[in-house]
């Protein structure tokens, strides 16, 4: 109920072999201090994803995998598994078995880890029963390029060292820019419009509005919140016009036109591009929709299966607009979860949700392969303003992002 | 992420023999238009809940019973045990196993459900195997006292008129009162006052905050959300007081001192106590404080087990509190989740929290046996308010819960 949001939880995932004692050594590290928020089980060629506080660390998504030596299955999908993880992972850890030390498929996930930099932390497992040898370690800190520290999860030996290593290591940005913070002076007004449809859960906001509403005060701010209906009764009992408004992208079109040109005006699809990814590549994305033509491939790629609405976003509004922007039909694919197609090449555009369940590393690399391969990215929030002409007021607050759209 | 809350969904026990085809008619009734949200595994001996969308029903909580036949284990658990599923039902289903109709256990438990006055719906399973003569449900009907709808999960026969008949039978008020939206007219103002401490978890706000916003923009009215510390400049910066200001009940004495005295000032405690229960019960209870002795045994019953903090509310400042106010030590019992004594003689004064994990249902129950048993009750909320001397202002909204007060 009072979770931390999945893909704003430090992803750490833990490699090695079959029987290197993983299982044992994410208990030890919760152990004591465990709050086991969620378990999602998988197969056994499925990683395992843990929501999990580890203190003094945080609130973590631990991805427990499956053995990096299972040569039981096809190569080929427990490197495309592997790949998967590594997409979202912020910190690996490596759970070397000192009986088997470091070979072949520790260098191997080694040299995947390094190729992305992600960082990596290594251990050494079972010190209470093999104790081993600094002569031992030496060589395997040289194949593995990281030091190797000796745990026991039995005797907890090294495990308060781990933690410390884990938040040594753990990246600087991982959580992204904040959501609106860095917009904001102490004391700011900010209001936010919240449309109440059908889709809204009984007694709920959505993850995006919690979060901005959370921020603003993070933030020292604080924040006035409306449906599209009050906005205009909210504003005018204001002495001081607010420092930005953020809307429901739907209401967008209305909300401008209540909101004073010379106020900030964005929308939170917007916010948690920013917050998750990178606002820059979307903006230059919305322009290629300009020269999209009727027959285009499009892939509308969706963070998560959620439930389907009768005029669903996804599904039917995007396609209407674009369809009306480009004067034609277009050749439509879709994608949901985990699933991102790594060969994009067919695609002339990619229109991605808020990604509101996805982490930003995911998020980011999504984003780096699509400029690699040269296909346009826009996201819902950036679509929605740009197909409704108020992309350029949208991105105001964001001047690199607005230069991107614009050249 | 996005579910409504466990409080805030109509629970649905279902009630049968085993092999009745419980399971299946859950799956029935959620086939297609399924969101299971989560589902929490119990032992055979404990039901198991199941949050669940069922159009048009709405959002549920299955209770999904262990066999009402089921001998195996003692007696007594199982009265126990059914007597707890039934203190927090709103709305019961009993499905009769055609092969054995209603015999002993089907009209006992009938009796049990009529007893506490709750809603019964009753169907006959497996209708596509063993079509019923309308000659054999009569007998069945008069034995229990209700309709008996002939269904089967296999065909979906039946399904959609037990749906029907599910919302007809839903008991009209099991909400309970608005959170606060009978207190407002359109375009009213509301200021909430949240503070952000060390317990709130990244990204998050409390679910009582989450709902009272969504509760103020359903009853078309709007709300400044801020902490305590910028309440000051958000009030300076409206041109018109607002209707009410609600806090955090341990921000009480600051928020009240920056507060017009004119302007409504409560809790999110004591909305959502009234919320939840009755607020007129709580409100007298408080009164006892002043008669409590040292040495009185108190309970403090908790409705969820949440993680400990160190200045924990329920285990050292409320303690702390009533020291203060008896002049002495008292004797002190804590109980968690499900777990509420139903011999409570013992007691001076019941403290209970928010009830926010808690059902309507449930708290009703819990207030009902205080009352029963003459043993006093408050809340958190009005604990806080009257240790601090605010009571009188928070309850000033609902005048029936201060003449409790005060008489």
Redesign the interface.
């Known amino acids: 109920?009072?979770?931390?949001?999945?893909g704003?939880r430090l992803h750490v995932a833990i490699f090695g072999r079959r029987n290197a004692g993983k299982s044992s050594l994410i208990n030890a590290l919760t152990n004591q201090d465990i709050?086991l928020v969620s378990d999602v089980p998988g197969t056994t060629t499925d990683p395992v994803y843990k929501a999990m506080?580890i203190l003094p660390v945080?609130?973590v998504m631990i991805i427990d995998t499956a053995g990096i030596d299972d040569s039981g299955e096809l190569g080929s999908m427990r490197v495309e598994r592997t790949r998967q993880v590594l997409n979202k992972t912020d910190l690996a850890i490596l759970v070397i078995d000192p009986a088997a030390g470091v070979a072949q498929p520790e260098t191997e996930l080694a040299a995947a880890i390094r190729e992305r930099s992600i960082s990596m932390v290594a251990v050494v497992s079972k010190a209470d029963l093999h104790a081993p040898e600094p002569m031992a370690i030496t060589p395997w800190e040289e194949k593995l390029g990281v030091p190797v520290l000796p745990v026991s999860s039995h005797t907890r030996q090294g495990i308060e060292d781990l933690k410390r290593r884990m938040i040594q290591a753990a990246p600087e940005h991982w959580e992204g820019q904040p959501v609106i913070g860095d917009l904001l002076r102490?004391?700011d007004?900010v209001v936010l419009v919240?449309p109440?449809d059908l889709a809204?859960?009984?007694?709920?906001?959505?993850?995006p509005q919690?979060?901005t509403?959370?921020?603003?005060?993070?933030y020292?701010?604080?924040?006035?919140?409306?449906?599209e209906?009050?906005l205009r009764?909210?504003l005018?009992?204001?002495?001081?016009l607010p420092r930005i408004v953020v809307t429901d992208s739907q209401e967008f079109s209305k909300v401008a036109a209540d909101t004073p040109p010379e106020v900030w005006l964005t929308s939170f699809s917007i916010l948690m591009a920013r917050h998750k990814g990178d606002l820059d590549t979307l903006a230059a994305g919305a322009k290629a929709i300009e020269s999209l033509q009727p027959g285009d491939s499009v892939l509308i790629a969706e963070g998560c299966t959620h439930?389907q609405q009768a005029d669903d976003i996804g599904k039917v509004k995007i396609p209407r607009w674009l369809r009306q922007a480009v004067g034609g039909d277009l050749d439509f694919h879709w994608t949901t979860g985990g699933d991102f197609p790594s060969d994009l090449s067919r695609y002339r555009l990619i229109v991605h949700c808020g990604a509101?369940?996805l982490n930003r590393r995911e998020m980011l690399y999504r984003l780096s392969i699509a400029r690699e391969k040269g296909v346009p990215i826009v996201n819902y929030g950036v679509l929605i303003a740009f197909v409704h002409g108020i992309l350029p007021r949208a991105l105001k607050p964001f001047p690199s992002a607005g230069m991107a759209f614009e050249t």
């Open positions: 109920m009072n979770e931390t949001p999945k704003s709050a506080e945080g609130p102490p004391g007004t919240v109440i809204a859960p009984k007694g709920r906001l959505i993850l919690v979060q509403i959370r921020d603003v005060l993070d020292d701010a604080y924040c006035v919140v409306t449906k209906r009050e009764v909210a005018a009992n204001l002495k001081q439930h509101c369940m």
